[in-house]
């Protein structure tokens, strides 16, 4: 098998697509040299740290309730004040990243498994599969990305596993059209008509040929997804269909703070700071990526930054 | 053009027929009887029965959905389980406020949008440039809800200039009908903007280097007459399109903001919809949403086609 | 002879890129008479199109200009941006390459001809415009010039549009009429029709014209003088005739050596440089001699390599008496390669 099947894709990535293990070692490179990536990468790195160690970091558990200490300004001892019940904002806002990351995870990787699977199906097959699948994502893409989870939660139930299904459910058209474009874009490329030729397995070529190629816009877009999947949680805590107290969430936190915004303006603002930096992390990384790993909107950067390195990988390959 | 059109509009159909499957599948799914479910634990046999067969409940899906279906085209999407009342009458009440909303943040939007991704795109680097790209970023990165609170904290609490919520009908006092939209319109107008401002300066900055430009500027044409007619004339003509689309995902928004400004539109009934398990409600809400979507982006198309003469073939 | 329209001395163009100073333009001189033809050839990279957009601050701002370039008596380079304006379009047109880019996609043909009209207040009101538009589309040969006006270039074919672009360019009747490659995106029945527009307008109108192009065949067709450049320098100018029967740069003559019966192509022959072994050097990194020395085949003076040759009167040709024309034919070399032309080889 993988002796018929080498010798067809070696030529044949050659002519059309660069191989994927030297561009994504290039793209990690060029990456860490953009600042505002950089920057993202961080952020993000250190909201995963919070949440993975988040009882350790946070100097409170998440509902150790004082009303002794209730509506604290930030201070000694509390740096982000505390609530209406007297728990520590600073020790909710770290145990909350676990919650958001874990929505924000779980539901785009529900996205991004139904949509790709969508996606790759109805590109590299065509004809009524496509039609039915994408006419059924246009009806999905059709509803208002909120309102869609918020009728998926009305039927489910609010918390926060419901949260994630609706959330994903949401945005698995995304994924359906980003992966149907690319998978258009490679189905016609050299290597794979060879592959087929030689009788290359449908399986296997989605999977080993045709997935890694149409990957770069899959990747962006789950850096971007993941940021609108935060602020979906935050949304759904926030009107009270999401995660359900007292656990920690970002976006309850930020309803609950509202109703105190006259005495205690930390409770609503720290949360929503949490939100604003996790969110803007994953934008600014998708936008890194997609300079990096989007073709069209590389060839600037690389013309700029590893021109010799393309040529020399070009003389090897030949 | 009206082969096209007629096209576009037929698409928009079955999506819409689409969705009003998926918006029906979605409420008898659920487990159990939404009628049961709406009066909660005590009700009388009588009023459950009259209930359900006023919902059409006692037939099979099939001929419900259909039911529902013909009587939603003819403008009745049934009564409320909880108030009784036509859902559409609930509906038609919420939509000026909704309505209101949202065109006044597109304006905000857009007031944003095109003179600062103009000024940053005739400046790249500059000073205004990285202070666009900056705020635009954060702007597309920070929840509405949550803008909302800080400018209710700013505007309403510190300053006092803006209601902190509440919504006056035009119709009964116009001044403060513009009073109350500001703190709301701003809200989700400055986070569409974002989104607005960083399409508007990568379009006009494309526009800035095409080779008419230069045509334009050896023909001795002023500074002005360039910019007005050879830039941004064709840099905004996409934005037709994107504030189309961005019109569409700012209802989205709108049904949170509603909640923080407390403004009785659709999203405020859609939510309490939600809450009180008023299913038909519910359901003629998500369905009206997503027919203003599906209407908004045939409109654009249309407009596009119509404004740009390379289309029009 | 009277007046010249345009006297360019000493023109240099510099911008400061992140790889370093680049000098784009390093000393151009030349000067155009009414009616007559100057065509400015080389290969692309040559400096030759930014050193006709720096004529009419057409340039991003930080590009430097220097030397002069006196336009009817007064420098192009030391005006002030409104009074380049008033240049622009009237004493100067300019057609420019690509005739798909250069028009306004979503303007239409007469909205395009028309703005330049009123902004040089060249008619009463936008009746008097669109008459002279139609007319102005009639001059370039344009059938049906009057419904021409309401349509969008894509409504038009390529060389429709750039009869467009000429009468745009030809619409404040302009003393210069600079032509940027203008002929370069077309096929050959259509360059040739182009260029018998031209010729015929400039004979009515004793248009002094600059014509920028690498196509030897259109130099052949057109000109009545040509320069050559090569690293932003010329490195030999003359009559047409001078050049191409007797280069006396080795530059030119790789040019030409590279164009087996050039006569034969006539006008409308559209025969492309043929590039010599090796690339032109860039602009941030000009080697201290002859630009050419890197790649010269010849290398007839060791001086060549260090000291950059001044432009110098080549020798008379064969069976012609020196002084036979009045535009001198020079070389920027230290020694008349031309004589040596059969060791050469070229």
């Known amino acids: ?318 | ?313 | 002879m009277s007046e010249p329209v345009l006297v360019v001395e000493d023109l240099r163009v510099q911008l400061d890129t992140p790889r370093g100073n680049a000098r784009i333009v390093n000393g151009l001189s030349y000067s155009v008479a009414p009616g007559e033809t100057v065509a400015v050839v080389g290969e692309s990279g040559s400096g030759k199109s930014v050193s006709v957009m720096a004529l009419l601050g057409l340039l991003p701002k930080r590009a430097r200009v220097t030397g002069s370039a006196r336009f009817r008596g007064r420098d192009l380079l030391t005006m002030r941006e409104r009074e380049l304006r008033a240049v622009r379009g009237d004493g100067v047109g300019m057609v420019f390459q690509d005739p798909m880019t250069s028009l306004n996609p979503v303007l239409t043909i007469g909205r395009q001809l028309t703005e330049g009209l009123l902004a040089h207040r060249k008619v009463s009101g936008k009746r008097e415009a669109r008459e002279r538009a139609a007319q102005l589309l009639a001059d370039v040969g344009l059938p049906d010039p009057r419904g021409a006006l309401d349509r969008f270039p894509h409504e038009l074919s390529g060389g429709m549009r750039q009869r467009v672009v000429i009468a745009t360019a030809l619409a404040g009747d302009p003393a210069l009429l600079i032509a940027d490659e203008a002929t370069t995106a077309l096929d050959v029945t259509v360059q040739a029709q182009i260029l018998d527009l031209v010729a015929r307008l400039q004979d009515e109108h004793r248009t002094g014209v600059v014509w920028i192009t690498h196509d030897l065949g259109v130099v052949a067709g057109v000109a009545d003088r040509v320069l050559v450049m090569y690293g932003g320098r010329c490195v030999e100018d003359g009559t047409v005739d001078d050049v191409f029967e007797r280069p006396a740069h080795p530059y030119t003559q790789g040019l030409l050596g590279s164009l087996p019966q050039l006569h034969d192509g006539g006008a409308g022959g559209s025969r492309e440089l043929v590039a010599i072994g090796g690339t032109p050097p860039p602009p941030t990194d000009l080697p201290p001699g002859c630009v050419f020395w890197p790649r010269c085949p010849v290398r007839g003076d060791e001086r060549c390599a260090t000291e950059q040759p001044p432009l110098t009167p080549v020798g008379p040709r064969d069976g012609a008496g020196a002084g036979s024309s009045a535009v001198p034919h020079r070389a920027a070399t230290f020694y008349d390669a031309a004589r040596g032309a059969g060791e050469v080889g070229s």
């Open chain 1, 1 to 318: 098998m993988s002796a018929a099947q080498d010798p067809v894709a070696v030529p044949a990535r050659r002519i059309s697509v660069r191989p994927a293990r030297g561009r994504f070692t290039t793209a990690l490179k060029l990456l860490l040299t953009s600042p505002p990536t950089l920057f993202a990468t961080l952020v993000v790195a250190g909201v995963v740290v919070l949440a993975l160690f988040d009882e350790l970091i946070a100097p409170t558990g998440y509902n150790e309730v004082d009303v002794q200490q209730r509506l604290l300004p930030p201070g000694q001892g509390h740096w982000f004040g505390t609530d209406d019940l007297g728990r520590d904002v600073l020790s909710r806002v770290v145990l909350g990243a676990a919650v958001s990351l874990q929505v924000g995870a779980v539901a785009v990787g529900f996205s991004l498994l139904v949509g790709v699977t969508a996606g790759l199906l109805a590109g590299y097959y065509g004809r009524w599969l496509d039609t039915v699948l994408m006419r059924l994502m246009d009806v999905l893409f059709a509803f208002p990305a909120i309102l869609l989870a918020i009728a998926v939660i009305a039927i489910l139930g609010p918390g926060t596993t419901n949260a994630m299904i609706a959330i994903g459910i949401t945005y698995t058209p995304v994924f359906a059209r980003v992966t149907r474009a690319a998978v258009l874009g490679v189905k016609e490329s050299v290597f794979v008509r060879a592959s087929r030729s030689v009788g290359v397995s449908d399986a296997r070529m989605l999977l080993r040929h045709v997935l890694p190629n149409a990957a770069p816009p899959i990747i962006v877009q789950t850096s971007v997804s993941l940021a609108f999947a935060v602020l979906a949680e935050a949304a759904l805590s926030f009107v009270g269909l999401g995660t359900q107290p007292p656990a920690p969430s970002w976006g309850r936190m930020l309803s609950e703070g509202r109703s105190y915004l006259e005495d205690a303006w930390w409770m609503a603002v720290f949360p929503g700071l949490a939100i604003v930096l996790l969110v803007l992390a994953f934008n600014l990384l998708g936008d890194g990526l997609r300079d990096v790993l989007d073709p069209q909107q590389r060839s600037a950067l690389e013309a700029a930054r590893a021109k010799p390195r393309r040529r020399r990988r070009a003389g090897v390959g030949a």
């Open chain 2, 1 to 313: 053009m009206t082969a096209l059109a007629l096209r576009r509009a037929l698409q928009s159909v079955v999506v819409l027929l689409g969705v009003s499957v998926v918006v029906f599948a979605l409420v008898h799914l659920v487990d159990g009887d939404p009628v049961r479910l709406a009066l909660g634990t005590r009700f009388d046999q009588e009023t459950y029965e009259a209930l359900r067969e006023r919902a059409g409940l006692d037939q099979p899906l099939v001929v419900q959905y259909l039911q529902w279906i013909s009587s939603a085209v003819t403008g009745d999407l049934g009564v409320s389980f909880r108030s009784g009342e036509p859902v559409t009458a609930l509906i038609l009440e919420r939509l000026p406020a909704t309505l209101s909303l949202a065109g006044a943040s597109i304006l905000v939007a857009l007031l944003i949008a095109v003179p600062l991704g103009t000024a940053s795109a005739l400046r790249p680097r500059s000073v205004v440039d990285a202070a666009g790209t900056v705020l635009s970023q954060i702007g597309i990165s920070v929840p509405e809800f949550w803008m909302g609170i800080m400018l209710i904290l700013l505007f309403a609490g510190t300053l006092g200039w803006f209601p902190a919520g509440g919504y006056v009908p035009l119709s009964e006092d116009p001044l403060q009908w513009a009073r109350s939209l500001v703190l709301p319109a701003v809200t989700t107008g400055l986070v569409s903007g974002s989104v607005l401002t960083r399409f508007t300066r990568s379009s006009v900055l494309e526009a800035l280097g095409a080779e008419h430009v230069r045509t334009a500027r050896a023909k001795g044409l002023g500074a002005r007459a360039v910019l007005n007619w050879h830039v941004l004339r064709n840099a905004l003509l996409p934005l037709v399109t994107v504030t189309g689309v961005q019109l569409a995902y700012l209802l989205s928004g709108v049904v949170v903001v509603e909640i923080v400004f407390a403004w009785p539109g659709l999203g405020q009934l859609a939510l309490q919809a939600v809450q009180a398990r008023d299913y038909p409600v519910l359901q003629g809400a998500v369905l009206l949403f997503a027919f203003v979507f599906l209407l908004v982006n045939l409109v654009v198309d249309l407009l596009y086609s119509k404004l740009d003469p390379r289309i029009s073939a």
